[in-house]
């Protein structure tokens, strides 16, 4: 080996350890790599799903997401929601649509949702089996939401794929509802925790943020962004003074607290961007 490609190769050592101490994680694959747990395989995340029924804890949070999302439903409209888990949401979004279809890859989550069926009567709802990466619908629909699904993938491509086939089941000009978490949001809402003393919010082993950063170039090929909501208003609240607050137990999602910062961000919706969760409504091209 010569002595220029020993440099070269050094260079790319020390370069790659400036970016694993100064970059973002975000910005970063090798560290967001080592930031999840190595090697997940799909078999373990979709154990996970199939071992419980319940899919968001953060229950105030949830309805902001349901409420938002509704302003975007009509009744002409066919609508399927992928990734469905316990079909709680799609229940509701079903009192507003013309029909809806809820698909989880989780044969435990669907279980549950028919149960929820089964109580609630509605005559315009569907629940069955359905992975992302994999189901070909026998028809196209208006809109379709999928909310903290991407997450649950492994790679940046599988992302990639599942927007694809979503984009691929939707009409000209079909509306795709996406609620994800976000390694920027969550970035921002540590950095305002970090200003506060409190420790940075906990991620799920098992999950993938979106990298907003790296995601949008695709985004803008396949849709039209028609709007970028963030609840910094509630996380500010829910996870900055509340915790403060109750320091040192630990904050509780369903504190009074916490529907406050819900009433709250109804009417003011961001705070400085500080929100690990974010909704994008996009619209196909
Ligand atoms: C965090 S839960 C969200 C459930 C629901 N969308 C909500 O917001 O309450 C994620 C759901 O995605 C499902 N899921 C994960 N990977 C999937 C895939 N490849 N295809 C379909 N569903 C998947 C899981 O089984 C789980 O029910």
Known sequence: MGASSVNGASVKVRKCFISLLFEKPA??????????????????????????????????????????????????????????GNGYNTVKYARHVKEIDGRDYSSRMIKSAKAKLKRSKLRNLSFDTGNVLDFSPAKKYDVVIAERLLVNLQTFDQQKQAIKNIHSWLKAKGLYLMAEASFQGHDKLDELRNTFGLPKVKKHWHNLYIDEVGIAPFLKKHFKIVKIQRFGMYNFISKIIHPLLVNPAEPRFDAKINKIAMQIAEKIPNFQDASHHVIYVLRKK
Request: proline share 2%; aromatic share 10%; net charge positive.
């Open 27 to 84: 910005h970063n694959p090798l560290l967001m790599k080592i930031i999840r747990k190595k090697n997940i395989s799909s078999r373990e995340i979709k154990n996970y799903w199939e071992d419980r029924t319940v899919t968001i804890k953060d229950l105030y949070y949830r309805d902001l997401n349901i409420s938002f999302a509704s302003q975007y439903l009509n009744k002409t409209q066919r609508v399927l929601d992928i990734g469905c």
